[in-house]
């Protein structure tokens, strides 16, 4: 998905913006980049691959190579970024979080003006570059992003460091990512996640809301566009992609994980599908604080059954090849036998996509001696690809594990009945439950429903996109 961390300061801020960037690296893996502007060099830019290493030790001599009293930063699982930009607004840098589907479109509206692109292997386009065209069709920055963000099929997070040292912070249109602002004695910063900053000494001063531009100096901030009304701020943020220690539209991520499992353990109650559960255990790392929210509104014991073995082993789905992923995924499973062997277990995952590392960690358990595999879901099935946010890996709806359960059963017929498919009083929901558990040896499978999710977050319905569950846009 990506990230963006920027400051502008009384003060050389490199090391906020470094450190800022590296606490934005659990929403990306492919490459790193930062920009700083002094007053002396000007502008100055290194970007470098992550897929293998992480952000701290890819940039670790960037002091030695860079300085400045302004600075972004960002992680991206995209395109190299951020870039540096030549234009009639001037030079600066650029850095995007988002996706754009409309691409070609939008390209050959930018060449018909007589434009041109630095063309990437197979002549795609930097995503981010294009952002920048759109903004230089337009007379200042404000205008710019505004036309951008319009045009745009697709989410666009903006964050521009100018050649004078400002910075200009622009939230999508309908706010489906976040954009904090904090402020410390020195200077001023934007981020994606405002536990970064707060990390470094900053407090937050709010966030943007949807469609809000803002320029950042280091006394202070000016809006330059006023926000939106209409909101779909993304769910699966609450449910996976957030970090725990991140509050977005004032709910902490933990805590409404932590809804969510006890959720899930009242409607378990109430059906009496959960009998004879001796442990409740949570995939890690994302599924473990909706696990604690089960068992702690079950009573039914938490145990951490298997572990991550995080100090060496990459992120499992960085590699590009499916095979290399599970493999990864396998290695860092490392087994507590005496809570697996002969035992009747509960797990709770955040989700179920693709399904294929879930095969994996449920065979690991019965090879280890589990007596009975419960799964549930934190997350509605996903029947929908995401077309707003930039994924490490694009899931066409076709490689999610419950649309090609339907497609199996009703081809065509089954899109007729999707929202069937999702409710589990259904006809149609129980056999897609009963051929998942098929399918993957589970005891017993069951979804949180998208009522359950929105009530675990808190928030108003019509501030939330839950696209990937429903398709509603």
Request: charged share 25%; aromatic share 10%.
């Amino acid at each position: 998905m990506g990230g963006f961390f920027g400051a502008a300061s009384r003060r050389d801020c490199m090391l906020d913006v470094f450190f800022g960037t590296d606490y934005h690296s659990h929403l990306g893996t492919r490459r790193g980049g930062m920009a700083a502007f002094d007053r002396e060099i000007g502008l100055q830019r290194q970007i470098h691959n992550i897929e293998n290493a992480p952000f701290r030790t890819k940039f670790e001599h960037i002091f030695e190579e860079m300085k400045g009293t302004s600075a972004v930063g960002c992680i991206s699982d995209s395109d190299p970024q951020p870039m540096l930009i030549r234009s009639h607004l001037g030079t600066y840098a650029i850095c995007t979080v988002g996706i754009v589907n409309n691409a070609a479109e939008l390209i050959g509206r930018c060449l018909a003006g007589g434009g041109h692109f630095d063309a990437m292997t197979g002549g795609k386009v930097n995503a981010t570059e294009l952002v920048a065209a759109l903004i230089d069709l337009k007379k200042d920055f404000t205008e710019g992003i505004r036309f951008a963000q319009e045009v745009i099929d697709g989410t666009a997070n903006i964050l521009v460091l100018r050649d004078d040292g400002t910075l200009i912070a622009a939230r999508d249109r309908l706010g489906r990512l976040p954009i904090a602002l904090g402020q410390d004695a020195d200077g001023c910063c934007a981020a994606s996640e405002a536990f970064a900053f707060q990390k470094l000494g900053y407090d937050e001063v709010r966030e943007l809301g949807p469609g809000e531009i803002v320029e950042i100096r280091p006394d202070g901030f000016t809006r330059l566009a006023e926000p939106g009304t209409k909101k779909r701020v993304c769910s699966f943020l609450w449910s996976y992609y957030g970090y725990p220690t991140s509050t977005y539209e004032g709910v902490n991520v933990e805590v409404m994980r932590y809804r969510n499992g006890a959720i899930m353990a009242e409607n378990d109650a109430a059906a009496r599908n959960a009998e004879g559960v001796e442990y409740v255990v949570g995939v890690p790392d994302s599924g473990t604080p909706h696990a604690i929210g089960y068992a702690n509104r079950s009573g039914l014991p938490f145990a951490r059954a298997f572990i991550k073995y995080t100090p060496t082993w990459a992120r499992s789905f960085m590699p590009a090849r499916q095979s290399d992923r599970d493999k990864i995924a396998k290695m860092k499973q490392i087994p507590v036998k005496e809570l697996i062997k002969g035992k009747n277990l509960l797990f709770v995952d955040d989700s179920i996509v693709r399904g294929t590392q879930l095969r994996e960690t449920v065979e690991f358990l019965y090879e280890n001696g589990a007596k009975a595999v419960h799964m549930r879901s934190a997350c509605p099935p996903i029947l929908y690809g995401c077309k707003y946010l930039n994924f490490s890996r694009a899931t066409g709806d076709m490689e999610l594990i419950a649309r090609r359960i339907i497609d199996e059963r009703e081809g065509d017929e089954g899109l007729a009945h999707l929202d069937e498919y999702s409710d589990a009083s259904t006809e149609r929901g129980r056999a897609l439950r009963k051929a998942l558990c098929e399918r993957f040896n589970f005891a017993s499978l069951e979804f949180q429903s998208i009522d359950g999710v929105i009530r675990a977050i808190g928030l108003s319905p019509c501030d939330l996109c839950t696209y990937c569950w429903n398709g509603k846009e």
